[in-house]
C-alpha cells in the first residue's frame, strides 16, 4: 500500500501498460486521475479497478495543450493534489518505410503525441508538484529509444527525446524534491503490438517473439508496471534522471538472431 493517501494520474491508461499501471497503483491505495484518447478504453480500465477506488476519467487527445491544462486543473480541483504522474500514452505509427520515403505528418503526429504530450503533462503537473516540493513523474520510453530495431524512424526518434526530457526535467526539478525517471520496455504485447503478435501467430511463429531478450521471451505488461510503481514509490525515494529498461536483457547484449545458439 505505498501509495495510500496518494493521487496518481496515468495517461495512456485506457490499454496495454497504462491499464496495467493503474491497476498497479490503485491496489497499493493510489486515487486515480486517467486519461486516453479511447472512451471505451477508458471504462474498460475503471471496470477493472478494485471497489470503492476513487477516479476521475477524461477521454482526451493528450497532444492538446488546453485539454491536458484542463484535466490537471479538474483533478486539483477534485483531489487537491497529484502526487504520482505517469506518462504512458503513446502511438508507433502504422507503416515504417525508410527514411526516403517518409511523411512528415507522421513524424508530426508522433511527435506530438509520444514527446509534447508527456512535457505539456509535466509541465502542468510539476508545478503543482514544486509548490508542494514533493512528487514523482515516470515516462514510458521504449528500448527503440536506446538503440536501433525496435520501431520506425519516427517512433524512435520520439523515445529517445522522451529519455533526453527526463533527464532534462529531472535536472529542472530536483531542487524541488520531485524526482522523473523513465522506464524502456522491450517487446510487451499491448494494443500498440498487437499486429506484431498477431502475425507472428499467423504464421506459427509465437515461440520466436522475445527471441532476441536474454530471458527468450516476451514481457507482460504487469512487468513493466511493477517497475514503473517502484519508480513512482518512496522505495525510489533517492533516484531520479535515470532510464530502466525493463526488456528482458534486450539491451544488456548485442543479441541479434542466430548471434546465439
Not at 127 to 138: D, F, S
Not at 200 to 214: I, T
Request: hydrophobic share 45%; proline share 4%; with cysteine.
Amino acid at each position: 500500500m505505498r501509495f495510500t493517501d496518494r493521487v496518481a494520474l496515468v495517461t495512456g491508461a485506457g490499454s496495454g501498460i497504462g491499464r496495467a499501471t493503474a491497476q498497479r497503483l490503485a491496489a497499493e491505495g493510489a486515487r486515480l486521475v486517467l486519461a486516453d484518447w479511447s472512451a471505451e478504453g477508458l471504462a474498460a480500465t475503471v471496470a477493472l479497478l478494485p471497489a470503492g477506488c476513487e477516479v476521475l476519467s477524461r477521454q482526451m487527445d493528450v497532444s492538446d495543450e488546453a485539454a491536458v491544462q484542463a484535466l490537471v486543473n479538474d483533478a486539483l480541483a477534485r483531489f487537491g493534489q497529484i502526487d504520482v504522474l505517469c506518462n504512458n500514452a503513446g502511438i508507433a505509427g502504422t507503416s515504417h518505410p525508410p527514411i526516403t520515403q517518409q511523411n512528415p505528418d507522421d513524424w508530426q503526429k508522433i511527435l506530438a503525441v509520444n514527446l509534447l504530450g508527456p512535457m505539456f503533462f509535466t509541465q502542468y503537473v510539476s508545478r503543482h508538484m514544486c509548490e508542494r516540493r514533493q512528487g514523482a513523474i515516470v515516462n514510458t520510453a521504449s528500448v527503440a529509444g536506446i538503440r536501433s530495431g525496435a520501431g520506425g524512424n519516427a517512433y524512435s526518434a520520439s523515445k529517445a527525446a522522451v529519455i533526453n526530457l527526463t533527464q532534462t526535467s529531472a535536472c529542472d526539478l530536483g531542487e524541488f524534491n520531485v524526482r522523473v525517471n523513465a522506464v524502456c520496455p522491450g517487446l510487451v504485447e499491448t494494443g500498440m503490438t498487437q499486429p506484431i503478435f498477431d502475425l507472428a501467430r499467423a504464421k506459427g511463429k509465437e515461440e520466436k517473439l522475445g527471441g532476441r531478450a536474454e530471458l527468450r521471451r516476451y514481457g507482460r505488461p504487469e512487468e513493466v508496471a511493477a517497475a514503473i510503481a517502484f519508480l513512482a514509490s518512496d522505495d525510489a525515494s533517492f533516484i531520479t534522471g535515470q532510464t530502466l529498461p525493463v526488456d528482458g536483457g534486450n539491451t544488456a547484449s548485442l543479441n541479434m538472431p542466430g548471434m546465439k545458439l
